[in-house]
């Protein structure tokens, strides 16, 4: 039931393989839940389910979910590690809004849009983009301060205001043949002095597109070597090591830009 555990002293919860559905604010303001193990089966997380759950360091979604909704983990300052392993298309508005301790996240393969998810998730550095995004929504990293570097998939086609205010961003790589549509101030904060890294012959088509074009470092680039950040398959170990993601592929290991490690 929606908030059938609401504010409770509950430590450790497992939710069994016939639950399907856990409805919103379900174990909203759990301050002292520490640990939720699931099983397979639930297919819908309602919003705010586990929302201000301030002890909550790590969670694997399951690969039944198909459907979050909105601020699922909402306020939950000490989440380090999410999993997700179902196929679900859209992160949700406000998903991980106030995460302050989430470092770094790997965005589901199956995502082809992410809203507002990860407002002021101030200590986020990196995120992995999969092949199949298409939309970076309204104050999608509104707020990530600290957010290093972003990469676009060549399927994206939109950015809206999605990485304004990200100010220590270092550089910006994208794949996408034609500029991703931007809005006004999608870009705002960011020092337009950094490099951007595009496909090779599109450099003309950023250069005078609205928005990108505010940038003084486009720089023309074919795929790198070794590694490709944004071709990432099963096989592939992910290994986050204090916050960072690396790719281990076989007996190499390669960080989310393409540089091997040695």
Known sequence: RGGAFASSGLRYIRIPADVKEIEGMAFLNCA???????????TTIGSYAFANCTKLRSITIPSSVTNMDAAVFQGDTSLTSVQINGAIHVLETDL?????NLRSFDVPESVQSISDAFKDCVNLEYVILHEGIVNLGYDAFYGCTNLRNITLPSTTLHM????????????IRTYAVNPPDCTG?????????????????SGSLYRSAEHWKSFSNIIEEGTPTGFNPISTSNKDNKIINNGQIFIQRGDKTYTITGAEVK
């Open 32 to 42: 002292e839940l520490d640990s939720v193990d699931f099983e397979e089966g639930v």
């Open 96 to 100: 991980f809004r106030g995460c302050t």
């Open 160 to 171: 809206y205001n999605s990485l304004w205010s990200c100010a220590n961003i270092e550089y």
């Open 185 to 201: 101030y999608c870009f705002r904060n960011i020092n337009k002095s950094i490099p951007i890294y595009v496909p090779a012959g």
